[in-house]
């Protein structure tokens, strides 16, 4: 044990007593890259203005930043079994804080573009290495509401972070968005030194380049392609085509090679567990679903109710807010009753309010979208977080850096994908319309209407694959 202690393991009582001050170190640092990955998006008109640029190149921001995320997150499986809990936490935090610094008092585009991805980067590590320590130290009959906290995070951060951008960018300028996160992760810095600790055991796992080469042309192609196919309008274009189909054989190529290696940088031997297959599934479809609501929303609402983007932000806060709270209670619930009832009933709700959100047109009212978009959200929270603890639960404890790393990797792919499918869906609707019944003002606002509910119905139909596959779905109580 003194060797232990002396590299930085605590032993299991002091752990059990501490887990809650390692966890919201954790949660605070999540928080900050999750919002990180939305809130800029308000500022997207001004810095056009600023760095006298345009839209397809400060897109970048967030593209970047998601590229990023999907190139690193599949390595974080690799570095959680090489490095030690503390030492990864600390890095991230450093490459968050650094990124984000930088983002704050960036002259230039160049400058502001390096900022998101050395953000990004710390995003990448973080993420995955707090669903492993919350596997780690809660027994399995209390991860519901451990894991609840981090889905809090995971959904609100996102969906909050529009509404404090607008607050943000109507009185002061863009550097703040940045310049506000910078001491919620020095406070996450400093609990983290603190109470951070080693909570599983470093394997001398083989660093194979080829792996990361395969890794990074595999999901950053698909990455890139779909984000590509939102700015374009179309799926029928060589880039987007070459860039996904270059990206799915990385993909292949990367899990044959994991295949014949003896200690591979990722196990596939997670998917040979059917209830994790079932919540990874899940967890990509709802939050394909997430991600392009928090797109066609805030542009039905700007575009077509004509609302400041203060005002639009404040409207889908009150979602937000009461999805922090259910986030939390569908965990205690999850713990107590398990997946078999809540995560359908969860869905159900979810199809309700998509149902009745894609009948939305110019006249529908805003508080219309409110109440739907708060059902919506608890329907979420009662189905995304228990479906993916009730996988992991599934895996014996060697698997839990490869299944968190497949969880995130495959939600942040899920996300872009999620958010250009989305988009392309909308500007083919509208296009397609104006084509038809002619070039107008009209028909264009028209258009755009019918764009958004061809693209909102494409979500109701993500939610109802989600639900078919919540039948299949059995309650594990064992650990492994």
Same mark, same amino acid.
């Given at each position: 044990?003194? @060797? ?34 939305? %809130? ?12 006298? @640029?345009?839209?397809? @190149? ?92 981090? !889905? ?12 404090? %951008? ?51 042309? !595999? ?115 999850? +713990? ?65 850096? +490869? ?42 606002? @028209? ?11 494409? %979500? ?5 694959? %989600? ?14």
């Amino acid at each position: 044990m003194k @060797t232990k202690e002396k590299e930085g393991y605590m032993d299991s009582q002091k752990l059990y007593e501490q887990r809650n001050q390692i966890i919201a170190a954790f949660l605070v640092a999540a928080f900050i890259g999750l919002f990180n990955e939305t %809130a800029l998006n308000m500022a997207f008109a001004q810095l056009i203005v600023d760095f006298n @640029t345009d839209a397809s @190149t400060i897109q970048w921001l967030t593209t970047g930043y998601l590229l990023t995320l999907g190139i690193l997150v599949p390595l974080s499986g690799f570095l959680m079994q090489r490095f030690t809990t503390r030492h990864l936490f600390i890095v991230s935090l450093l490459f968050s804080i650094i990124g984000t610094g930088v983002s704050a008092i960036s002259p230039t585009f160049a400058v502001l573009l390096t900022g998101r991805i050395i953000q990004a980067i710390g995003a990448a590590i973080i993420l995955p290495l707090m669903m492993q320590v919350v596997l780690m130290i809660y027994p399995i009959n209390q991860r519901g509401a451990a894991m609840g906290k981090i !889905g809090l995070v995971i959904i609100f951060a996102p969906a909050i972070g529009p509404t404090i %951008a607008g607050f943000v960018m109507e009185h002061f300028s863009w550097h703040y968005i940045f310049l506000m996160s910078l001491p919620f992760l020095f406070i996450s810095f400093i609990l983290g030194l603190k109470f951070v600790q080693n909570v599983s055991d470093v394997h001398p796992v083989k660093f194979d380049v080829l792996s990361i080469i395969l890794s990074t042309i !595999g999901f950053g192609g698909v990455v890139y392609g779909f984000s590509i196919s939102g700015k374009l309008g179309t799926f029928i274009s060589a880039e987007v085509m070459v860039a996904i189909g270059i990206g799915a054989i990385g993909i292949i190529l990367f899990c044959l090679r994991q295949f014949k290696m003896d200690q591979p940088m990722l196990n596939l031997k997670v998917f040979s567990f059917p209830m994790y297959n079932i919540g990874l599934l899940m967890v990509i479809l709802v939050h394909m679903t997430i991600l392009a609501t928090m797109v066609l929303l805030p542009i039905y609402l700007q575009n077509i109710l004509l609302l400041a983007p203060m005002i639009a932000g404040l409207s889908l806060l009150p979602g937000g807010v009461i999805n922090a709270f259910m986030a939390v209670a569908s965990g205690h619930i999850f +713990d107590r009753f398990g997946p078999r009832v809540m995560v359908p009933v969860g869905l159900l709700l979810e199809i309700v309010a998509l149902f009745a959100l894609r009948t939305i047109d110019a006249n529908t009212s805003v508080y219309f979208i409110v109440v739907f978009h708060i059902l919506m959200f608890i329907g979420i929270s009662l189905a995304s977080m228990p479906a993916q603890t009730n996988g992991l639960n599934q895996l014996p404890r060697h698997l839990y850096p +490869d299944g968190t790393a497949f969880m995130n990797t495959l939600q942040q792919v899920a996300g872009a994908i999620g958010t250009a499918v989305s988009i392309t869906i909308m500007s083919i609707s509208t296009a397609n319309f104006v084509k038809v019944n002619g070039t107008t003002d009209d028909n264009t606002f @028209t258009g755009s209407i019918i764009g958004v509910q061809h693209a909102l119905t494409f %979500a109701l139909v993500l939610a109802i694959i %989600a639900l078919v596959l919540s039948f299949f779905m059995k309650h594990v109580q064992e650990e492994k």
